[in-house]
């Protein structure tokens, strides 16, 4: 028989197949040698008391014989002769998700892909990290698998009314992820291995006959009789479809700046902008997990072998506006991710081991309409309308702009100690770091807003009450995260899923609005898809 079990083991005990089979034998009254195995269904950490305990969930065979987990299977149709295409601007998980599923449905996908592919795509980020040098359409947003291919891989979301978080999880597993990620709480592929599965994704997509299309930024669209005709690319090519999806992703600004010529209707969307802050990873394990900190080397740490690196999870009320942790890397890296010359912006991505001696998280503010104008204007910055859909674009655009003229180019980021910081203290050095363009000391009061200085100076303070030793001037703050989510919302109809103008256009994914992460936009991918068979077929 077949059994679900609940089960609480220490972090030794859960990484030993003998000691979990003993404790569901324990556990059920069967014999040890009537357990032939178990697969885990769920798995999560409690460090909650001193003891730190592993929960699983397995589904444990007793007296019968045990087999393999069964992956989903997906069966993709070959759509050389379909009649029905459907083009995608933007190859990020949005964009992917929906290819494969039309493929599903038997409808051909044409993907058109601003970027290059994830191999080449590489050269551009080592460029940018050593040199300064920035490819405005091959960098950390923009290329093959979107911001998601070089943004750390985390499949976790909150967002389950949108669609089927564990059929999204099969997809990735069929194209190369571990299973692992079925039953993580949160699971985590790394930027290391995510361009593999994504050029497999890719393979897919062309061996059943659709088209996957680089270097192809969308610069125009044809309109008439309320539809998209066509869309013309930089280089002049003009394609035809029976509809489009839009999933060009949070960073497409020139995409936003073209709906409002073409007086597309687009809204301005609140989002949040902040800092990236980074502590030694040693000391995020010794505040979780209650294990010794690794003062004499940063590279070693003496948190149990059986247990991740450490992770953290913070939300502050600050007079009324939030201030979060946003994308909490541990063992991972702070990288550019500006998508253009003169603008900082950080983010964080971590690798599959998540083996870097440092833990990063980006700490954000809320941001409102009303911020937006006061700021723009006490800059000097003329706002010809308030109500403009890209007032909060151009906010986020100004700070950027401020925090690189302060790093002093080359993308060298402003930074301070975290008590520095709080306390408007010029840093006489800075600590040790993950940001390969390097950083500059600079006083962040003078080049953040003064909201999101002094919301995150209160946060910080209650935030080391909070987490004892999160407060300390051995962490670094750098400046500015700020594509957290789309200042832009395009809208859609509730129904069909179509622009309100246009007919045939499907906003979709974190570009749109209505995603926040990789798992979100792919659900979200699927769902337009979904629709698009219903209208198509």
């Known amino acids: 028989m077949q059994q679900k079990i609940s089960l609480k083991l220490l972090p030794s005990e859960a990484a030993d197949d003998i000691a979990v089979k003993n404790l569901i034998s324990k556990t059920t009254g069967h014999k040890t040698t009537s357990v032939t195995g178990y697969h885990i269904i769920k798995q999560s950490i ?25 992956i989903q299977s997906f069966y993709f149709k070959d759509v050389k002769n379909a009649n029905k295409k459907v083009i995608i601007i933007g190859a990020g998980p949005a964009g992917l998700f929906a290819a494969l599923h039309l493929l599903e ?26 040199e300064g040098i920035i490819n405005p359409e091959s960098n950390y947003c923009f290329g093959e698998g979107g911001a998601g291919t070089y943004s750390d891989g985390k499949l976790y979301t909150r967002s389950s009314k949108r669609g089927d978080i564990d059929r999204i999880l099969n997809l990735f597993v069929n194209f190369g992820a571990d299973e692992k990620i079925l039953y993580q709480s949160h699971p985590h592929i790394g930027t290391n291995k995510l361009p593999q599965i994504i050029t497999a994704m890719r393979k897919q997509v062309i061996d059943c006959g659709g088209e996957f299309l680089f270097n192809k930024k969308v610069v125009d669209f044809t309109i008439s009789n309320q539809q998209i005709q066509s869309v013309t690319t930089a280089d002049g090519n003009q394609f035809e479809a029976d509809a489009f999806m839009l999933a060009t992703g949070h960073s497409a600004r020139d995409i936003f700046e073209l709906l409002h010529k073409k007086q597309i209707h687009i809204e301005a969307k609140e989002f949040a902008l902040g800092v990236r802050i980074e502590h030694p990873q040693a000391l995020i394990d010794k505040i979780q997990y209650g294990c010794p900190e690794a003062t004499t080397n940063i590279n070693t740490t003496t948190r149990s072998e059986f247990l991740p690196p450490a992770s953290y999870s913070l939300v502050q009320q600050v007079n009324g506006r939030g201030v979060f942790s946003f994308c909490m890397c541990p063992g991972g890296i702070i990288a550019p991710a500006a998508t253009a010359a003169g603008e900082i912006v950080v983010n964080g991505w971590s690798p599959s081991k998540r083996n870097n001696p440092y833990a990063n998280s980006g700490i954000v503010v809320q941001v409102t309409k009303a911020d937006a104008a006061y700021e723009l204007k006490k800059a000097g910055k003329k706002i010809s309308d308030e109500g403009s859909p890209l007032l909060l674009m151009h906010f986020q655009q100004a700070v950027e702009q ?64 909070k987490l004892k030793g999160y407060y300390t001037n051995d962490a670094v703050i750098v400046a500015t995260e ?48 979904r629709q698009l068979a219903i209208i198509l077929l």
Not at 405 to 417: I, S
Request: proline residues 6%; glycine residues 8%.
């Open 46 to 70: 409690d460090a909650r008391s001193k003891t730190i305990w592993v929960n699983l969930t397995v589904n444990a065979f007793i007296n019968e014989p045990f087999f393999q987990r069964k």
């Open 105 to 130: 449905k038997g409808i051909k996908p044409i993907i058109l892909e601003r970027g290059k592919d994830v191999r080449t795509r590489r050269r551009d980020l080592a460029l940018l990290n050593k």
């Open 402 to 465: 401020q925090c690189f003229t302060a790093g002093g180019g080359k993308f060298v980021a402003p930074a301070q100690r975290m008590a520095d910081f709080c306390s408007n203290k010029l840093s006489a050095t800075l600590p040790s770091n993950s940001y390969l363009p390097g950083l500059q000391s600079t006083t962040l009061q003078k080049v953040l807003p003064g909201f999101i200085h002094q919301s995150l100076v209160n946060a910080f303070l209650l935030f080391g009450k």
């Open 482 to 529: 700020s594509r957290t989510s789309s200042p832009v919302r395009i809208p859609r109809n509730l129904d069909s899923l179509t622009h309100p103008q246009l007919k045939n256009l499907y906003p979709c994914g974190e570009g749109a609005g209505f995603a926040g992460g990789i798992v979100s936009a792919a659900m979200d991918g699927e769902k337009i898809a």
